[in-house]
């Protein structure tokens, strides 16, 4: 570990310099090439003061998107290891590379044609089956996912139990990256959710009734008013509506229920 080395009169020091002289600098090696970067920044922070732009592999920056898988392996352990590389901080020694793409199996399917029947799920991902029960995607998910759970709920037909485990899934395909049957898990899983929410889940009635009743132009009369008020009106209208209070229960509505 060091500091950046400054031979300036302190005096002189202005103030963002001084901030810098206080930055720890740790060396850390980036697709095999050292580099001393601020301790405490993420792998993508750490990227991008090494002087790395990334044009992919980059989305959310905040660990929802999933673009942004890195390999990793601390000094002294032959372990490679996964993470996001805007979540994870830097370690000094670390050995970092980033996965720019992971050409995982993707099966392709007209959804409309597709039933509920687990046997859709084998006959698109017959590799299912390779499934050695080791646990490595588990461990590899930064969404604590029950991965190797929720493929065995697969296995069983159980596509409910498949969709409620990955609901969290953020698609990085980290845990495709370490496993051994070579499963793409979150295509799986994709599957899984798009058959449980068009074919198993039961319809929305409340929701038939709201598109029938806009359809029937039961809003039009107010849409036309809010259409016909200046920025005042506006802000007044906004002002003035009703707020659910915080402290109000399941059950609670507001007092004109015209458009409920
Ligand atoms: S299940 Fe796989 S693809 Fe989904 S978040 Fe976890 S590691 Fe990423
Ligand atoms: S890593 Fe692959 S083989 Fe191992 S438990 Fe997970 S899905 Fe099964
Ligand atoms: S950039 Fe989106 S998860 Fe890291």
């Not at 400054?6 to 090439?33: R, S, W, Y």
């Not at 399917?109 to 995607?137: D, G, I, M």
């Not at 998910?141 to 929720?150: H, L, N, S, T, W």
């Not at 980290?174 to 899983?189: D, I, N, P, V, W």
Request: aromatic share 8%; hydrophobic share 35%; charged share 30%.
């Amino acid at each position: 570990m060091s500091v950046k080395e400054n031979n300036k009169n302190p005096a002189e020091t202005t103030v963002k310099e001084k901030k810098q002289l206080a930055v720890k600098l740790i060396p850390v090696h980036i697709m095999g090439k050292r580099y001393e970067v601020p301790e405490g920044l993420t792998i993508m922070k750490a990227m991008e003061y090494a002087g790395y732009r990334f044009i992919r592999g980059c989305g959310c920056r905040g660990g929802t998107c999933g673009a942004c898988g890195t390999v990793y392996r601390k000094p002294g352990d032959y372990k490679l290891q996964v993470a996001l590389a805007c979540q994870k901080t830097v370690e000094p020694d670390m050995y970092v590379a980033q996965i720019p793409f992971f050409p995982a199996n993707r099966a392709e399917y007209k959804f409309t044609e597709l039933t509920s029947a687990p046997e859709e799920v084998f006959r698109l991902y017959p590799e299912l089956f390779r499934c050695v029960a080791c646990n490595a995607c588990t461990k590899a998910c930064p969404q604590g996912i029950e991965v190797m759970d929720a493929i065995s709920a697969l296995k069983q037909g159980n596509i409910t139990e498949a969709a409620r485990l990955s609901f969290d899934c953020i698609q990085c395909g980290l845990c495709t990256s370490r496993c051994l049957g070579e499963l793409a898990q979150y295509h799986m899983f994709q599957l899984a959710r798009r058959i449980y929410g068009a074919r198993i889940l039961s319809r929305a009635e409340h929701l038939a009734e709201m598109v029938k009743a806009v359809e029937e132009g039961e809003y039009e009369e107010a849409l036309e008013k809010l259409k016909g008020m200046n920025e005042e009106e506006l802000k007044r209208a906004y002002q003035e509506r009703e707020v659910e209070p915080v402290s109000a229960g399941e059950d609670w509505k507001p007092k004109d229920k015209r458009y409920l």
